[in-house]
């Protein structure tokens, strides 16, 4: 069996190679699959922006939608991750607190998630439809509702709050600054870049904090 010592100085590592391509091909998709949909963008438009053909995408993902659902299961495993991560923590550590700051974080790394979701999961009853409620929602719905009752016990979080509804303002107020982005960014003069995330993150904590913690 090789070691790292027998690889020849230089020579690229194949394996590594392909999950770069794959990994790049994946990102340019999601950008144009928020800017203009999924059913308005092409195997072309998205190879050309690559530099690699159609043939070459189609190598990795077999299809369009493959790539696409290969694009939101990433996302989703990482955003399952985030949750996973928030309902671990222990002592006096507030676990919504984490939750808000690492889910900041997922979409500050996939700025194009939220738009995603908007026109192709929530608007259309589609094939993502199904995955997102299978492998997220209802994984979501498991252990979500455990930090906010863990933050309640804690005594951090107000004792009348519904956990359920808790997620929908929570993931609300986070989205939809980068939903509404495209227009509302100009308006209000503002870009999701890493300064924005610090201080939007900040402004949520201390909203949500304010309103439904315990400690003003």
């Not at 340019?28 to 195997?43: N, T």
């Not at 719905?141 to 509804?165: A, C, M, W, Y």
């Amino acid at each position: 069996m090789k070691n790292q010592a027998d690889k020849r100085p230089g020579r690229p590592d194949k394996a590594a190679a392909c999950h770069d391509v794959r990994s790049e091909l994946m990102q340019i998709a999601a950008h144009l699959f928020a800017e203009k949909g999924y059913a308005s963008v092409s195997l072309k438009e998205i190879g050309s922006a690559a530099d690699v053909t159609p043939a070459m995408i189609a190598y990795y993902f077999k299809d369009k939608a493959g790539l696409l659902d290969a694009v939101m299961t990433s996302a989703f495993e990482r955003l399952l991750e985030v949750m996973n991560q928030s309902s671990k923590v222990s002592g006096d550590t507030s676990s919504t607190e984490l939750f808000i700051e690492r889910y900041m974080d997922f979409l500050f790394e996939k700025p194009w998630f939220p738009q995603i979701m908007s026109r192709e999961v929530m608007s259309q009853d589609t094939k993502l439809r199904t995955l997102f409620i299978e492998n997220v929602v209802k994984r979501f719905l498991q252990t979500f509702p455990s930090i906010i009752v863990n933050d309640k016990e804690k005594g951090l979080l107000r004792s009348d709050l519904d956990p359920h509804f808790t997620i929908l303002s929570l993931i609300g107020m986070c989205d939809f600054a980068y939903i509404s982005a495209p227009v509302m960014g100009d308006i209000l003069g503002y870009e999701t870049n890493s300064g924005f995330n610090k201080i939007y993150t900040q402004h949520v904590l201390n909203l949500f904090m304010r309103g439904a913690g315990t400690k003003l």
